[in-house]
Each structure stands twice: as structure tokens, then as C-alpha cells.
């Protein structure tokens, strides 16, 4: 085959937003801080670990943002499954797609000993062939640098591949790594400007349209 496809983690695959909420709002409370709703952490999700953690703590410029950083770290490595779980027709879907002998990578902004350690509870490492995060060695989504590093491993040509995800930093690096882009309407991204190829209400609907339209 000479095509792939690529997916995002958080909003995509897996809703984290809970366990993300939890670790963040432990090391609010632990500093003296108002917990914030999980509608606004969502609002904080989707351009890598830096941004979330800015934007979570901007009415706290005076504390160091490294000691905060690692205690949500170790805080939410220690609870990042308690109540994350893959969408619906996630896991069957991505058995599907792996047995359908299509290359399968995952690119997220997360940082990779959490994205290692969620997968692998979550039980679908097995069907990726490549899991690229926040620190291993590419620069974060928007940039299309980790879907093209994929797209080489993979030996896939760009307009026969895609990537699903929920949030516009997926988007864009698909379009700058010329490959097609699937909106995952159930997360909790926004597309802002960008435009998908397509658009997706389910992984169910998802996985059918790759297999029963020939779209690869």
C-alpha cells in the first residue's frame, strides 16, 4: 500500500478532557487556586502541553510555571485513565483498519510517556505502527513536520493518506504536509479557519467511508 493514515490522541481517539481537568485542577487547589469548569479545559486543549499549561494558569503569573508543570505531570501520570476512554467504535474501528493491512500513526501534542502510557491502558498501541509527541523531536502540530517523517516511514504518497482530528492544528498539518483531512465532529476542537476534505459524526462512520469508498 502507498498510503496511511494518521490520527490525533485527545478529542480524536480517546476523551481525556476529564483526567487533563482533574490534573489540573489538583495543582490549582494545592497553590490556592479556583478550580476551573471542564468546559473551560477543553477550551484550553489541542496545541500542546506549553499552551495548556499557560493558559490554565494565567491568573497565576507569580508561580513558576516549570515547578507547575511538573506536578501536573506526576499528578496526571498517575491518573491519566482514571476516567479517559476511547469514543465510541474507536477500538474496533482501528482493529478493522489494522487488519486491512493500512499503516496506522498517531501524532498528538501530548507528551510522549503520557501518550505511551494512555495507549497502552487504553489498549490500542498494538495497531500503531508510529506514535510521534510533543517531545520527540518534531516540532508540535500545526507544523507538518512528524506527518511527513510518517508518510516516509510508511512509504505512503501524501494524496492518498489522511489524517482525522478534532482540532485546527490537525487540519493544518495535513494541508502542509499534502495530505487529505478528516474533521472529528465528536471531539472537542475547532477547525477555525481551516477546511476538512471531509467531516466525520462518528469513528464508525469514519472507518466505513475509508473501506467502502476506496479513499485510500
Not at 85 to 99: D, I, K, Q, R, W
Not at 136 to 157: M, R, T, Y
Not at 193 to 204: K, R, V, W
Amino acid at each position: 500500500m502507498n498510503n496511511c493514515i494518521i490520527f490525533d490522541l485527545d478529542g480524536t481517539l480517546s476523551n481525556s478532557a476529564a483526567d487533563l481537568a482533574a490534573a489540573i485542577n489538583h495543582v490549582r487547589t494545592k497553590h490556592g487556586l479556583a478550580e476551573h469548569s471542564l468546559k473551560k479545559v477543553i477550551s484550553f486543549i489541542g496545541e500542546g502541553p506549553v499552551k495548556l499549561m499557560a493558559r490554565a494558569f494565567a491568573d497565576a503569573s507569580e508561580l513558576d510555571m516549570d515547578n507547575i508543570s511538573n506536578q501536573f505531570r506526576s499528578f496526571y501520570s498517575q491518573h491519566l485513565a482514571d476516567h479517559t476512554e476511547l469514543y465510541p467504535g474507536v477500538a474496533n474501528g482501528l482493529a478493522t483498519l489494522f487488519e486491512a493491512g493500512i499503516p496506522l500513526g498517531l501524532v498528538t501534542n501530548k507528551h510522549i510517556t503520557a501518550t505511551d502510557q494512555l495507549l497502552e491502558k487504553l489498549g490500542i498501541r498494538k495497531y500503531l505502527k508510529i506514535v510521534i509527541g510533543f517531545d520527540s523531536g518534531f516540532p508540535p502540530k500545526p507544523a507538518p513536520d512528524s506527518l511527513i517523517h510518517i508518510l516516509a516511514a510508511c512509504q505512503a504518497q501524501p494524496d492518498q493518506s489522511w489524517i482525522l482530528g478534532d482540532h485546527f492544528t490537525d487540519l493544518e498539518s495535513g494541508r502542509r504536509a499534502g495530505i487529505k483531512r478528516a474533521f472529528a465532529t465528536w471531539g472537542f476542537g475547532n477547525p477555525r479557519a481551516e477546511i476538512a476534505d471531509a467531516q466525520f459524526t462518528s469513528f464508525a462512520e469514519f472507518t466505513a467511508f475509508i473501506l467502502d469508498s476506496g479513499s485510500l
